[in-house]
């Protein structure tokens, strides 16, 4: 018999918000034609095999993950109406070695280009991969350049950036030739059914903190980022919960210690939310079931 049961629901957590150093980690991708996922990942976008689990094989830089691809021939593909994901957004250390891989997506012919933005706080270029998952390919301005609103978070907005223009002034040889720094996961944007269902789970009960709202989308950081997770309606409006499906399999946030995962841990019971808990992981779905991994000291 679990005797802690019987004392009733677990006490409030005193500490309701993730901690400053909180950082998004690599996104699984259910991919069926591996081949040509890696080529996109490996190849186009410059990312490095750095391990290869079965299955599974994980791309990034530096030994640092940004992508894991789990070779999954049999599922069904994703609806795109429903929850799921949105895109992954990659970060780059400078302007030159994002303006490198937008460059070298332009001329694979691989995926789609479907847009890019000045959004204030950061410069992005969107495509699509072979799949049909979408990316994000981005440069952060610094912080201290960031516009700030009356309550100090960070404005946003969406304004013309042309590609041409940003390859002209930014692409320089030598990225091109050895790609330099890391490009790791920035944010992850998901597809939700709605957002105040969203909102109580992404800051209620994970902790992080809202930076943005628009109503069909909320925007949700620690530590003052301008955003480690967006979540819209904008295709999955009133979306059930998820089928196993190609795309999104596992997303990972990495809390700078063991204290911070065990404030996790006590705000997940509160909220009488099952994670699977190993003692240096939680693992647990969010209201549509798409998979979350939360590891300490990463």
């Keep these: 018999m679990d005797i802690a049961n019987l004392s009733g629901p677990a006490p409030s957590p005193a500490n309701d918000t993730l901690a400053a150093g909180t950082r998004m980690g690599a996104v699984e991708l259910h991919v069926r034609n591996l081949d040509s996922m890696l080529a996109y990942y490996r190849d ?62 332009a001329q694979s012919g691989i995926g789609r280009f479907t847009g890019s933005a000045d959004h204030l706080v950061s410069e992005a270029f969107y495509f699509d991969d072979p799949e049909g998952n979408g990316v994000e390919l981005y ?21 013309h950036l042309d590609p041409n223009d940003y390859l002209d002034a930014n692409v320089a040889e030598a990225e091109l030739a050895a790609p330099q720094g890391i490009a790791s996961v920035g944010h992850v944007h998901l597809q939700v059914g709605d957002i105040p269902t969203a909102k109580d789970f992404y800051v209620g009960t994970l902790g992080f903190e809202e930076t943005f709202s628009m109503g069909t989308a909320l925007f949700v950081s620690a530590g003052g980022y301008h955003h480690h997770v967006g979540l819209n309606v904008w295709n999955s409006r009133g979306a ?57 000291g990463g």
Excluded: Y
């Excluded at 410059?46 to 599974?56: H, K, S």
């Excluded at 909220?271 to 300490?296: E, H, M």
């Design 139 to 159: 440069f952060d301005r610094p912080r201290d350049a960031w516009e700030r609103g009356a309550d100090g978070k960070p404005l946003m907005g969406t304004l």
């Design 240 to 296: 059930g919960p998820r089928a196993a499906s190609l795309g999104l399999g596992t997303m990972d946030i990495m809390v700078p210690d063991a204290d911070d995962l065990g404030a996790l841990r006590e705000r997940l019971a509160f909220k009488c939310v099952q994670a699977a808990d190993d003692g240096l992981t939680l693992r647990f779905p969010d209201p549509w079931g798409s998979q979350i991994r939360v590891t300490a």
């Design 44 to 105: 186009v976008i410059a990312l490095d095999q750095i391990a290869t689990e079965g299955q599974a094989h994980v791309l990034g830089r530096h030994g640092v993950p940004t992508v894991t691809l789990a070779h999954s021939p049999n599922l069904p593909s994703f609806d795109r109406r429903g929850a799921g994901l949105f895109h992954t957004a990659v970060v780059f250390e400078t302007r030159a070695a994002l303006a490198a891989a937008v460059l070298r997506v």
